[in-house]
C-alpha cells in the first residue's frame, strides 16, 4: 500500500476488507446428519407415540446438527420388512429401529453389537433379563426400549361380587374359574388353543418351577412338570370360553375387554391398553401363581442399530441417551414395565407395573429360536390334550 494514504482512509479500507471477507470468501456450513428411525405403530398419529417424539427432540437439543427422521409403519409389516432390510434390501435400511427381543436370534446379524455401549456400572443399574433378552447366540443387539411382563388379568368388580382375594396359587385360579363363570354369558379364565397358547403353556410350566430345556440346550417335553403343566391346562379349560381350540391369544383379549370372560393371562402392553380404552372395566393386574420363586416371563422391544448406518456415533449417541432413567422412565408409558432399579423401586406400587417388581431378579425371556421349535411340537401336543383324544403324558410323549 502506498506510504501517502492518510491514516483515516487506511483504517476505512481495513474496515470494508473485513465486512466483504465473508461474501467473498463463503464459509462451509456445519453439515446437519438426517438419521432415518422407523417404529413399528399402527397409528402414527396416536397420542401414546409423544413420549417417543419427546425423546428426539431432547436428543436433538443437545446434538443440535443431527435431526432424527421419525417413520411409523404398520405392526403388520414389521416382520417381512426388517427381515428384507437384514438380508436382500440392507443397503435401503434405515439407521435404527425398533425390533421385538424375540426376532433377534434371526435377525441379529444385521444390527450393530451392542455389548460395549454402556459400562459395567451403567449396565448394573439395569436387571439381568432387562439387557440380556436383547442378546442374539452372540451378542447383545439393542437396548431397552419398551418391555412388558406376563401376568394374570382379573376384572375386579366379578372378583369383588364374589368376595374373593386375588388367587395366589393354581388351585385357587381354578376355584375362582369355577366360581365366576357364569355360561353362556360369562366365563372363567379365557385361554387360547391356537397362536399363543405354546406361550401360555410355557408361563404355567415356569410358575410350576419347570423347564423345557435339558443337556446341552435340547428341549424335553416328556418330564413330570410339563405333564403337570398340561394337565393344569386341560383343567383350567373346563371352564374356559367353548372350543378352547379355536381361539387365538388377540381373541381371548378381546373377550375379556367385552367382560366375557372373568380373567386371562397377558402382558403389560395389553393391560395399559385395556385400562386407556376400556373405561367400564375394572382391572387388577397380578403376577403369576409361583412356586418356590416368583418367574417373570419378559417381553420386549429393543432400539437396535443397523451395521451399515452411516451415522454411527450419533446412533451410539441417542441409544446411551435412552438407557438414562430418566428416558426409560418416558418410555414405560408406552406400555411398559421398569427394569432399571431405580424405576422398579419408583413403581414398587403402581397398579399396573407394581405387580412384577418382585420378579425381575428372577426373571425369564423365550428365545425365539426355542419358541419356534416348541410351537411346532406343543401345538400338537395341546391338540391332543384339550381335544380329549390323549392324556397330557401321552400328548407331550406323542410330541416329544
Known sequence: ???????????????????????????????????????????????LLRPVHNLLWLYQQHQPTVRILLTVKPTAGAYQQLKRWARAEAEYAPDMTVVPAGWLDEMGHAFRPMDNLLSAQQQQLFYAAGLDMFRDERHRRAVPWSVAAR?????????AKADQPAPTSWEEVLQLSAQLADPPDLYGLGLPGSAGASELFVDILWAL???????????????????????????????????????????????????????????????????????????????????????????GQGLAIFKNSRHMRSCEKFARMVCQDDCQERLMKLGGIAVMRSLAAKYHAHPINGAFVDQLESAQVLRSSHQLRLEEVLDVALYLALSGRATPAEALETAQ
Open 151 to 159: 401376568g394374570l388379568l382379573i376384572n375386579a368388580d366379578l372378583l
Open 1 to 47: 500500500m502506498p506510504a501517502d494514504v492518510p491514516r483515516p482512509c487506511l483504517v476505512a479500507i481495513l474496515l470494508l476488507i473485513m465486512i466483504c471477507a465473508p461474501a467473498a470468501f463463503p464459509q462451509a456450513p456445519t453439515a446437519r446428519e438426517n438419521i432415518q428411525f422407523v417404529i413399528w405403530h399402527d397409528d402414527r398419529d396416536d397420542p
Open 209 to 299: 418351577g419347570g423347564s423345557l430345556t435339558g443337556e446341552a440346550d435340547t428341549t424335553t417335553l416328556n418330564n413330570p412338570l410339563a405333564v403337570a403343566a398340561l394337565a393344569l391346562y386341560c383343567d383350567l379349560s373346563r371352564h374356559s370360553q367353548p372350543e378352547v381350540l379355536s381361539w387365538s391369544q388377540s381373541g381371548i383379549e378381546e373377550l375379556f375387554a367385552q367382560q366375557q370372560v372373568a380373567m386371562i393371562i397377558a402382558n403389560t402392553w395389553v393391560a395399559h391398553n385395556l385400562a386407556r380404552n376400556s373405561p367400564d372395566l375394572r382391572l387388577l393386574v397380578c403376577p403369576l401363581p409361583r412356586h418356590e420363586q416368583a418367574v417373570g416371563h419378559l417381553v
